[in-house]
């Protein structure tokens, strides 16, 4: 995709109007939107190149035709004892081996990882649901965190722009707490997953089961093909029917004429002119070569991800930011959240044993936060979670078949009993202890400092997971399900793939990194728009909010260049 910069001792120092650091979820929204506003935009991606459709490998691969039958072989499990919790042999190849990519556990953390163009666009479960004015102002209200610099109303026009442009599945609920979209048709629910709705629908009061809100096209949509319900999204969708920064707003930057895009390039740091009192331009080490390369820009976005954006701001020193750029606030790197989760709660069901499903649901049914609403406070904990749910019937892997022969076929053709599972997301609240740092005495393979992590939940989302498993086996029960059991293998910080808050927004510059623009307030020429900005990580999967506010900054950066205010 655009140009491709290959000579790296003939391109040195440079220049563009803009430069995106990153290109999956937000970085790809970045690149469409600066490039479509006519900035000429570089694009710098850390990992390897991939070409959607083309780079693909196992899209369209039966189980058997892989060694393994889709399963983690010894020697797979050895390079990514963190990875494989999050993929198996069908898309390794689009997460990094962890014993190439080391980092430091001071508290157990899975920091779960795409170095490739596209990033973990390509892998990422797509779930979209609104922050409300619940999430925006909770901080204000219990004193956890800094306030948000923005409300529901200036992020709202926003989540309209993305959800049209991306495709998200769903329906409207008028639910306060989940403020309702631009959808397009839901995923139709199965029958049990309707029996579950309607029996919690009819037993409670303050919850509801919808349709879960996903960026699967249920209809074509500019020459996107609808999603053929395979589930089989993390290999990369050669249909185009899930949104990935690969098959979606890349292609649309690259129409315009204005993208270069240079993958194998890991930003080192940002280079900041003290005079000029902005940042110049990044710092970019060659993976292959090894070479360091200077590129130049009026404007940067970074959208690394989380911790990769923090550890590039800890390592941008200078005499003016010698604690990392943009860092007078000593804010850089803390706060870092992640959901809790639960491993699930499951339960059978006897009934509908005429009744079977057409293809593989790609989404989920979804239980919005009921918790602390309304002026119904939980004694245990504050703020809440929401319960992402699935229900199928059970295969001939899942029954104790006896026989062979004839008699084993005719088993193995009867699906069992219906089932279902449900899983919590639940809030983690700002602590500025939980952190990242740089750790300058061991250093990567290209002499970088090695990342080290320091995250532990608190006592208020450790209640949170009793309370889901609680939840979540009573609702099981009301509806009639049978052998209700919770397993919990306490997944650690990170399982959820959510990581954010390491370069939070706030009104003040003296506890927060970023202005309500994303604009970091130190380095006026300088926007994070990737999870790194998050004051709060409300209980909702947060990728559409990370879109949102791209697209917003994005508008807000191209209006103040053209004024000449940075």
């Known amino acids: 995709m655009g140009d491709k910069i290959t000579d790296t001792k003939e391109h040195k120092n440079l220049s563009y109007d803009a430069i995106v650091v990153g290109s999956g979820i937000s970085g790809g929204w970045a690149a469409k939107e600066l490039t479509e506003k006519g900035l000429k935009t570089l694009v710098l991606e850390r990992g390897r190149n991939i070409e959607h459709v083309k780079d693909y490998p196992t899209a369209m691969k039966n189980p058997w035709e892989f060694k393994y039958r889709t399963n983690n072989s010894n020697a797979a499990l050895a390079e990514r004892p963190i990875q494989s919790s999050h993929c198996d042999e069908t898309n390794k190849h689009f997460f990094v081996k962890d014993t190439e990519h080391p980092y430091i556990q001071e508290k157990s953390f899975k920091w779960i990882r795409g170095y490739q163009v596209g990033g973990r666009s390509l892998t990422w479960g797509r779930q979209c649901y609104r922050f409300s004015d619940l999430d925006f102002e909770a901080n204000k209200k219990d004193g956890h965190g800094v306030d948000w610099p923005i409300r529901y109303k200036d992020i709202a026009p926003w989540y309209d722009y993305v959800e049209e442009y991306i495709g998200v599945s769903g329906q409207k609920e008028g639910l306060k707490q989940l403020p309702d979209g631009k959808f397009l048709p839901p995923i139709e629910m199965n029958c049990i997953e309707n029996h579950l709705a309607e029996n919690v629908n009819a037993n409670y009061t303050d919850r509801k ?155 989920a049914i979804y239980i919005p936060r009921f918790q602390n609403l309304n002026g119904k406070k939980n004694k245990n904990f504050i703020r809440g979670y929401g319960l992402q749910a699935k229900g199928e019937r059970k295969g001939w892997k899942e029954k104790n078949i006896k026989g062979f022969g004839a008699s084993l076929k005719e088993q193995l053709a009867k699906p069992g009993k219906w089932g279902i599972w449900l899983g919590g997301r639940g809030e983690t609240l700002p602590d500025f202890d939980n952190k990242i740092s740089l750790n300058k005495t061991q250093k990567d393979q290209w002499g970088l400092p090695l990342v080290s992590v320091h995250f532990k939940y608190g006592s208020n989302e450790l209640a949170m997971i009793d309370d889901m498993q609680e939840a979540a086996e009573e609702m099981l029960k009301k509806a009639g399900f049978i052998n209700v059991t919770s397993y919990r293998s306490n997944p650690p910080p990170g399982s959820a793939v959510h990581e954010m808050g390491t370069a939070r927004m706030g009104n003040d510059p003296k506890t927060s990194v970023l202005n309500k623009y994303n604009q970091m307030h130190d380095v006026k020429n300088v926007f994070i728009t990737d999870g790194s900005c998050m004051s709060s990580s409300g209980s909702q999967n947060p990728s559409l909010t990370y879109m949102a506010l791209t697209a917003r900054a994005c508008d807000y950066a191209v209006k103040e260049l053209k004024k000449g205010n940075i």
Not at 236 to 242: I, L, N, S
């Open 209 to 363: 089961v919808i349709h879960g809100r996903v960026a699967n096209l249920t209809e074509s949509k500019n020459g996107r093909s609808k999603c053929q319900y395979r589930n089989l999204c993390s290999r990369g969708c050669p249909y185009t029917a899930y949104f990935s920064s690969n098959g979606v707003t890349l292609k649309d930057a690259e129409v315009t004429g204005n993208m270069t895009l240079r993958a194998n390039s890991i930003v080192k740091e940002v280079l900041y002119d003290a005079k000029l009192n902005k940042a110049i331009g990044v710092r970019v080490i060659d993976t292959i070569t090894k070479d360091e390369i200077d590129f130049y820009a009026r404007i940067i976005f970074l959208n690394a991800s989380t911790i990769a954006t923090a550890s590039i701001l800890l390592n941008s020193t200078s005499d003016t930011f010698p604690d990392g750029l943009g860092n007078s606030s000593q804010q850089v790197g803390h706060n870092l959240m992640d959901h809790i989760i639960t491993s699930g709660t499951v339960g059978e069901f006897d009934g509908y044993q005429d009744k079977y499903y057409s293809g593989r649901n790609p989404g």
